[in-house]
């Protein structure tokens, strides 16, 4: 076969030749898009071998076989306990694997001298759900971006310290969980690139996020307390503190100058410390994965110290590009302690992070911390530099042209190639899922019908010149539901935009639940979804870290916003969102005087209404009384904030992911106002039951 026809073949597979778009048309894909996405996908694993890469069932299934034989082969299977089962299988018969409780589990075919092996999942049918679910309970929580939280303690930036009180305010107010974004890894030696969607790597944390005060090695440093002390240090913490925005500059340089001087006294203690123990371990469990996050910080901090640019991988030089060149190797060895520094952050930031699941766990918090999983990361990161073969670093992922993104949507993401995921037995989304599901009890996975499919756009091209790119959503869906047993942890699919109908049972099916936004639940011109007619097994918010606030969205401040920085050149559309904003408005209106949320006065039959506490509070209340399983409140909204966190679409153009809460932690513990907004809303919960 000619390699044009395995590629061709390769992509009728994989690359969806049309798609429908947010009108309900279908759209072509052109043949020049096609062939150069199907170019930079690996070619598949040989069809000869006698066993697939992987293989998955479910609990309960018949565990049948068909290797592709051409003499008599002995069998052997192995459990992740070293239990093992053995047998014998013939050309053109099945070969009949004992029934199996859920595990992964290696199979060992022996065929004339020359062994296979097979990875055998075996998944149970649905994820995880809280016992108090399941009884038919509703719960709420705190959902936060982690670095907007302003405290009388932190460094400029929301930190685990800050989480720890918003999870005791959020326990005590009767809240069953604390929602997060990405907590991902980004870039030290890049402070600015800040966005926790894009980050480094998925497998490690953000050290920012560490609470440097509280590390054990600062307070106990002669020479950290020197510099904390000192005039100046006190200044520059003030002016990241009262900054209105993230300072992550200023910010990332004071967090790494008070932690070298803590990893100084750190390296003081003995081999039979406690703590130093614990590194070690931590580092033995972190394995090359570790290994290469600690050296990637370490390198693209020298790097960046060179050339001052803070540019990835894909700017350095040649010798460095590699992760296993000689190079490479010889700055691990020269450069030692300065790996072992990022380790050692990453191990602190673990260690806090676990301190707050543990606090939620002590709060009796039915779900307890709520961790976001991004649909991917950065193209020059720590990952992509590890790990080359499995992601196509000449595409992109984003979104196809749609109403509220004319021009589509770039991320600037480089995909997971799926046939790669396949041939490894997706141990690289398995690894994911254990990082991610680690101390919390929920799992939010951004843009959810990645499972499904992911638009690729190819390199230098415009969102518009992309394609879908399917994924094995079946085999994705058993080993999260197999994790998400293991872990005692629920998932929750963010499934808004344009949602296939191939993926919508499935994942319901799956125990997955919905993500439910206020903005997207009207049902007509005249009426929002009424509360009853919201699906169970869904989270219920008034809006994501990618919309408007409330307040934004009531004063139409995102359609002035996104007019302003160029985001609807077309003036007709733009025109038409105006129109249907008010629309929105007057259809909510008039849903939350019929559901008698608002009471019924003439005030509040205009849309030109402004927006107040107790039109908030009846919103809220109106949420609360859905049937969703779960809601999800923003201190946002408690605190009547209009400016977003990010505009899709911009990168320069707008500060995102900058904008601090307008009060401090400690002002909203004695805010009567929340108290009252979040008495309402637990009350409403009961009166449903």
């Known amino acids: 076969m000619k390699p044009k026809d395995a590629l061709d073949r390769r992509a009728d597979a994989l690359i969806a030749a049309e798609y429908i778009d947010a009108h309900g048309k279908p759209q072509q894909i052109s043949a020049l898009t096609h062939q150069r996405l199907a170019a930079l996908m690996q070619a598949p694993a040989n069809g000869s071998a006698p066993l697939p890469p992987v293989v998955i069932f479910y609990v309960g299934q018949p565990l049948s076989l068909a290797p592709v034989l051409s003499a008599d082969a002995e069998w052997q299977l192995t459990s992740e306990s070293g239990e093992n089962w053995s047998g014998r299988c013939q050309p053109g018969e099945a070969l009949m694997l004992p029934a199996l409780p859920a595990g992964y589990y290696q199979l060992t075919l022996t065929q004339e001298l020359q062994c296979h092996c097979c990875p055998i999942i075996v998944a149970p049918r649905r994820c995880y759900e809280p016992a108090e679910l399941l009884a038919g309970e509703s719960l709420w929580g705190s959902c936060i971006q982690l670095y907007t939280l302003r405290s009388a303690a932190n460094w400029g930036i929301g930190d685990f310290g800050d989480l720890r009180q918003m999870i005791a305010e959020t326990a005590r107010r009767g809240g069953a969980f604390v929602g997060l974004n990405p907590l991902h890894a980004l870039f030290p030696a890049a402070p600015e690139s800040a966005s926790p969607y894009s980050p480094s790597s998925r497998r490690w944390l953000n050290i920012l996020y560490i609470d440097v005060s509280a590390v054990a090695d600062f307070g106990l440093s002669d020479a950290a307390q020197a510099w904390w002390q000192a005039e100046e240090t006190q200044q520059a913490i003030r002016a990241a503190r009262d900054a209105a925005w993230v300072d992550y500059t200023a910010v990332t340089r004071l967090k790494l100058q008070g932690l070298r001087l803590a990893w100084q006294q750190f390296r003081r203690r003995t081999a039979d410390d406690g703590q130093a123990q614990a590194f070690v371990e931590f580092v033995r469990a972190g394995g090359d994965s570790l290994l290469h996050q600690g050296l990637f910080d370490a390198l693209h901090a020298a790097r960046s110290a060179q050339d001052g640019t803070g540019y990835g991988w894909q700017h350095w030089p040649a010798e460095w590009q590699q992760a296993n060149s000689a190079a490479v190797l010889a700055f691990r060895i020269e450069h030692s302690d300065e790996v072992r520094f990022y380790m050692w952050l990453q191990w602190l930031a673990a260690e806090q992070f676990a301190a707050c699941w543990q606090l939620c766990q002590q709060q009796q918090m039915a779900i307890g911390l709520y961790r976001d999983l991004a649909v ?314």
């Open 376 to 689: 991917g990361v950065a193209a020059d990161g720590a990952e992509t530099w590890r790990d080359r073969q499995l992601y196509c670093l000449d595409a992109s992922v984003g979104a196809p042209p749609d109403i509220l993104g004319p021009l589509g949507q770039n991320w600037g993401l480089p995909p997971m190639d799926p046939q790669v995921m396949a041939a490894r037995g997706y141990e690289p989304w398995i690894a994911l899922l254990r990082a991610s599901m680690r101390d919390c009890g929920a799992l939010r996975i951004d843009h959810v019908m990645a499972l499904l499919r992911l638009w690729w756009i190819p390199k230098d091209e415009s969102a518009a010149h992309g394609a879908y790119v399917h994924y094995p959503l079946d085999d994705l869906l058993a080993i999260l539901a197999l994790e998400s047993q293991r872990h005692r942890c629920m998932v929750i699919g963010e499934d808004l935009g344009t949602v296939p109908e191939a993926i919508v049972d499935k994942l319901r099916d799956a125990g997955v639940y919905s993500y439910k936004v206020l903005y997207f639940e009207q049902e007509s011109q005249r009426h929002f979804r009424a509360p009853a007619m919201w699906p169970r097994q869904a989270m219920a918010v008034t809006t994501t870290h990618d919309m408007p606030t409330l307040r934004g969205w009531w004063q139409s401040d995102d359609l002035r916003l996104g007019s302003a920085l160029g985001l609807y050149p077309d003036r007709a559309i733009l025109a038409g969102l105006y129109r249907d904003r008010r629309l929105a408005k007057q259809a909510l209106l008039r849903t939350l005087l019929r559901s008698g949320d608002l009471p019924p006065r003439r005030r509040f039959r205009r849309a030109s209404v402004r927006m107040s506490h107790q039109l908030s509070q009846a919103i809220h209340r109106y949420l609360a009384r859905s049937q969703c399983a779960l809601l999800g409140l923003q201190p946002e909204e408690w605190l009547d904030m209009a400016l977003p966190v990010n505009v899709p679409g911009t990168v320069d153009q707008y500060p995102n992911w900058r904008r601090k809460l307008s009060v401090t932690l400690e002002a909203m513990a004695e805010d009567d106002r929340i108290d009252v907004l979040l008495t309402a809303v637990q009350s409403r919960q009961r009166q449903r039951k």
